[in-house]
Every structure is written in C-alpha cells, then in structure tokens.
C-alpha cells in the first residue's frame, strides 16, 4: 500500500527569494527526523516520500524500494465480496 503526503507551505507576500529559510529548513530536518523514529519501529519496511509543492525539497526514505502488496489487497477484495452479496441479496429482502 502506498501512502502520498504533500506538506504545503504558504509563499512569501513581500516578493522575498524564494531561498529556502532557516526556519524551513529546521522544520525540514525535523520532520525527517520524526518519520525516521517512526519507521524504526515498525516491524517491516516502511518507504515515504514528501514533496514540499512549494521548494520542490523532498524528504525520503526507501522511495526506490518495491513494496509487495502482501495482505493489502485483500481489503479491496473483501469489500467487493460483500458488496456484491448486499446487491444480491438486496431483491430477497
């Protein structure tokens, strides 16, 4: 299963660069920090990246890596089982 997050930050309205602050790149280095503490303890691979649609900064771990479905797809299959039993069973009701 994949999971996308976009983190959005807002641009400067006086017509400053567009350079990156020291505040931004605090928060940058903080928020790597944190996804890294979390994926250490995971029981498995865990594979992330973020775009700052704003910078264009990514922040990643694992982004090349091919993660198998595994049971994941299950899920889509046992909802659509039971839909269809709901539909069937719907002019029986």
Known sequence: MGVALAI???AAQDGASAQPSATADELKEK???RLQEIAARVDG???YEILDLTSGDRVAHLEREMFPTASTIKLALVYE?????EE????NR
Do not use: E, N, S, T
């Open 45 to 47: 691979a865990v594979g």
């Open 31 to 33: 928020v790597a920090r």
């Open 81 to 85: 089982l039971f839909k269809q039993d």
């Open 88 to 91: 069937l069973a719907a002019p």
């Open 8 to 10: 959005h930050g807002a």
